[in-house]
């Protein structure tokens, strides 16, 4: 029997994925970015601040971190709840003692019902970035483009009512897209989102809807990862970070700049007993030759200038 020439005929073979949102490239063969000020180094701290509902939902799927045991789940309900009343004015303190300023992805639940937590953060000078409107509201290919753009509006919506500013960056939970929803987010005016996580350099996405930045926020240097899921110590997450700017700090010398994401979790970080180790890492970046601090939507300005 004679394979017919068509089966071996697939029109995605190619470099790259399969879209033609971007192209394919090689970051040690790209023009070397530069950061203003001379920078080689920026690190991007996003803290998640989130509201999970006691009565998880299941479809399209459970959130990581959401409710475990039968409900009513207290025991996990409250140590979420920790983060937004206690760990995040840690962790915004803990900033502040080395003048940064970040990006904190708020899910649309916690500025309608904490708004003065969502003022406090602007008016430290941090950026808010639209992260669903709460912990039930996930996204995957399935759900239907109506019920996607719901999400996506309802919790720019709510976050423009707290703060008076409409977030220009975008977090999906669990970093989970369908299908649309790269147009959808520039369909619906966001600038740049954080869901894919293969580079550490922003690179820019061509939608029907227009273009869309895309910043790596690499959920293997989260402390979600490394001290609940990896059971690793903070003192070793610490050790991490400091390599992970060596790092990129020699490839930044040779190649251009280089970004360092932190994805940080009140109710992780904020505990008493990790916060002081946080604060540590903080003042090493702050006092290394060539790091800088920047907030989400200055890194994508910066690199929207350096490509252009």
Known sequence: MTLDPAYL??????????????????????????????????????????????????????????????????RHYTARDYGSRVGIYRLLDAVEKVGARISVAANGAIAQRYPELIRDIVAGGHEIIAHSTDMNGTIATGIGEDAERALITGSLDAIEAASGIRPTGWLSIARSQSFDTPRLLAQAGLTYMCDWVNDDLPYPMQTAAGSIFNLPLNHELSDRQILTVQQQSVDSYVQQMQDAFGWLDGEARAHGGRMLPLNITPYIMGLPYRIAAFERLLCWLAAQDGHGFARGDAIAAQSAMALS
Not at 20 to 41: E, M, Q
Request: charged share 25%; no cysteine.
């Open 9 to 74: 005929d697939y029109p995605h073979r190619r470099q790259g994925m399969d879209h033609d949102l971007y192209g394919w490239s090689n970051i040690f063969t790209r023009p070397p970015i530069a950061w203003d000020d001379g920078k080689r180094v920026l690190t991007w701290i996003v803290v998640d601040l989130e509201w999970f509902p006691i009565l998880a939902e299941d479809k399209p799927f459970r959130a990581p971190g959401h409710m475990q045991t039968a409900y009513p789940d207290y």
